[in-house]
């Protein structure tokens, strides 16, 4: 049998500007495939009808409606899918197809990371289990009790990973050390989150970047110099990149790379345990590259562009958060290295759109160069990290962070 990850059909041909920016498909210069009649319509050649897909989908609407924020969209998403991995799993051990394991774990862990919409998702849950044939119930409803029982022990684990760690300051002081720069100033965003549980890595300081350039070395100032030259002859495609890799709307950064993946996946075939492992790869890697960089941005307290020189013009808005490494970098970076393993015989697009987002932070004017480089060498280790360690196929997985 050939590998999950092997392309099973020719490759479609692909827009270029999509290529480039969202890595999705263009229309199909061939015809769509015609059933016989009497016989069930014929798959859709771009997006694959299973429960993994569809259940990820409503999750980042889901995201959407409750404007949850970038690291909780992150955070919901990897485990979700994390759960629906091991549901599936859970389902194959007791010979029960993966569908109905997967809709009750995605259901039970939205409804925990967002109660309020408990009912909805509920309700939505049922549809399911009642559209189903007659035939087909039985099967699906105990795949729904096992996906409710292995995120049960998702959420556990999500309990204990430390999110939500008071920081009570204070901040440190100095010329070279960064203030916030919202106004009026606001405590810094996820100053402990480099202290969360990772699914990867052993701790958040695993890959924490060696010190920055000084505030007024050579090196500091002429990427200073470079963030203010783009920002005085900022072209209006930079300036459009800047503002497509901003993602402060819908279900945020890990949403837009939900779809990519989505997109891979079914262009792909792969099937719902593949998916499950695909996606829950991509989330949790995410999550580490965040918790590693945030490690480092509160390590050193690096001062934004902006801080350092007024002058430079801003098509995107600050993160109120320190300068080094950039978020970006580390977690496009991270999860194009991953996509790109996952996907081999798509030659590095993935990778190529990550290091996009990354300079994308420079042409918005908000990061250094320095800041973009580092966040790719942590990207290439926290991805590096994820594989090694891997999700097992023939049982469940958990963090293996401390």
């Known amino acids: 049998m050939s590998s999950p990850w092997k392309r099973l059909r020719p490759r479609l041909p692909l827009c270029l500007l999509l290529a480039l920016m969202l890595g999705a498909s263009c229309a199909h210069d061939s015809p769509r495939a015609v059933s016989a009649p009497g016989s069930p319509p014929a798959p859709s050649p771009w997006a694959l009808p299973t429960s993994t897909i569809s259940w990820n989908e409503y999750a980042c609407d889901v995201i959407a409606r409750n404007t949850a ?9 990897a485990y979700m899918n994390l759960a629906i991995n091991n549901a599936i799993i859970a389902a194959g051990g007791q010979n029960r197809k993966p569908d109905g394991a997967a809709a009750g774990a995605a259901a039970t862990v939205l409804a925990f990371m967002f109660p309020k919409d408990e009912q909805a998702i509920g ?8 559209a189903v044939g007659d035939d087909v119930r039985p099967d699906f409803s105990a795949g729904v009790e096992i996906g409710r029982a292995a995120a049960a022990s998702v ?6 990973d430390r999110v939500g ?13 960064w ?60 300036m459009r990149i800047a503002q497509y890799w901003e993602h402060l709307t819908g279900s945020f950064a890990a949403g837009a790379w939900n779809a990519v993946a989505r997109d891979a996946i079914s262009e792909h075939r792969l099937g719902e345990p593949a998916a499950a492992r695909a996606l829950a790869l991509v989330h949790m890697v995410g999550v580490d590259a965040t918790i590693a960089c945030h490690d480092s941005k509160y390590t050193y307290w690096v001062p934004r562009p902006t801080q350092m020189d007024p002058g430079i013009r801003l098509p995107i808005g600050v993160p109120n958060h320190p300068s080094y490494p950039s978020n970006h970098a580390c977690i496009s970076g991270s999860i ?17 759109m990550g290091r996009q987002a990354g300079v994308s932070r420079m042409y918005g004017g908000i990061h250094y160069r320095f800041d973009v480089d580092e966040g790719f060498v942590i990207a290439r280790k926290v991805s590096a990290r994820a594989l090694e360690v891997g999700i097992p196929t023939d049982r469940p997985f958990m963090p293996v962070g401390r």
Not at 155 to 160: G, L, N, T, W
Not at 191 to 215: K, N
Not at 346 to 352: I, K, Q
Request: proline share 12%; net charge positive.
């Open 69 to 77: 924020g970038q690291f909780p969209a992150a955070r919901t998403l």
């Open 336 to 352: 194009g290295l991953v996509l790109d393993s996952l996907f081999r015989d798509d030659g590095g697009r993935y990778f190529a």
């Open 155 to 160: 959420i556990e684990a999500a309990k204990a």
């Open 123 to 130: 309700a939505r849950l049922s549809r399911e289990v009642a």
């Open 179 to 238: 203030v916030s720069q919202s106004r009026p100033p606001a405590p810094p965003l996820g100053p402990r989150l480099g202290e969360m549980r990772p699914f990867f890595m052993t701790t958040g300081s695993d890959f924490r970047a060696p010190a920055p350039p000084a505030v007024g070395s050579p090196k500091f100032q002429a990427d200073l110099a470079e963030v203010r030259a783009i920002s005085d002859r900022r072209t209006g495609e930079q």
């Open 165 to 177: 760690l008071a920081w009570s300051g204070p901040a440190p002081t100095g010329p070279d050390k």
